[in-house]
T-cell receptor, first 115, second 112 residues
Framework: GAVVSQHPSWVICKSGTSVKIECRSL??????MFWYRQFPKQSLMLMAT?????????EQGVEKDKFLINHASLTLSTLTVTSAHPEDSSFYIC???????????FGPGTRLTVL | LAKTTQPISMDSYEGQEVNITCSHN???????ITWYQQFPSQGPRFIIQ???TKVTNEVASLFIPADRKSSTLSLPRVSLSDTAVYYC?????????????FGKGTRLSVIA
């Protein structure tokens, strides 16, 4: 149990386009989800906290208008990278807080490459 | 959340026991120590969590001295598939709404 999925697992897009990444908790409800970004050979960097039914909380230095987060249901949060540029190329990972046990589980990650 | 310090990298041969130490001098009374493993292009995976003394599961052991200012993750008889980055985190047992903050981790390379 406690499985978190991400879709797509990898995506390649042209500069200037928008890309949506989905994070789903498959067998539990998650009122809170977190989005991380990881560049090669570096650690995970928290981007934002996504709360179901309310606005996301962004970490300092993360542009909320560029990284749109929507947490419309208890099992789904989406991260949209708008007007993507090559410097947005990274590995994006989500984690979901299982409400019933108050523990977090990570998704498998999404590799974004912007050409 | 308490800051942690780990070695940047370690090398080991297959079949050896690997011990990765993490320093967390400012650990709070109610903090637990949790270790995650991350393979390339995958999300982190929970390995083990402990509060004091020793915890053992099917994957690893965690040794925590009485002062809890450090901890050691022990991987018995490593194989090539244990090559990964290992992260030590310190915080509440169940993180709840608090995001997990990752340090630089320890990159373990297992050599045949």
């Amino acid at each position: 149990g406690a499985v978190v999925s991400q879709h797509p697992s990898w995506v390649i897009c042209k500069s200037g386009t928008s890309v949506k990444i989905e994070c789903r908790s498959l067998d539990f409800q998650a009122t809170t989800m977190f989005w991380y970004r990881q560049f090669p050979k570096q650690s995970l960097m928290l981007m934002a906290t996504s709360n179901e039914g309310s606005k996301a909380t962004y970490e300092q230095g993360v542009e909320k208008d560029k990284f749109l987060i929507n947490h419309a249901s208890l099992t789904l949060s989406t991260l949209t990278v708008t007007s993507a540029h090559p410097e947005d190329s990274s590995f994006y990972i989500c984690s979901a807080r299982r409400t019933s046990t108050d523990t977090q589980y990570f998704g498998p990650g999404t590799r974004l490459t912007v050409l | 959340l308490a800051k942690t310090t780990q070695p940047i990298s370690m090398d080991s041969y297959e079949g050896q026991e690997v011990n990765i130490t993490c320093s967390h001098n400012n650990i709070a009374t109610n903090d637990y120590i949790t270790w995650y493993q991350q393979f390339p292009s995958q999300g982190p995976r929970f390995i083990i969590q402990g509060y004091k003394t020793k915890v053992t599961n099917e994957v690893a052991s965690l040794f925590i001295p009485a002062d809890r200012k450090s901890s050691t993750l022990s991987l018995p008889r490593v194989s090539l598939s244990d090559t990964a980055v290992y992260y030590c985190l310190v915080g509440p047992r169940n993180s709840g709404n608090t995001p997990l903050v990752f340090g630089k981790g320890t990159r373990l390379s297992v050599i045949a």
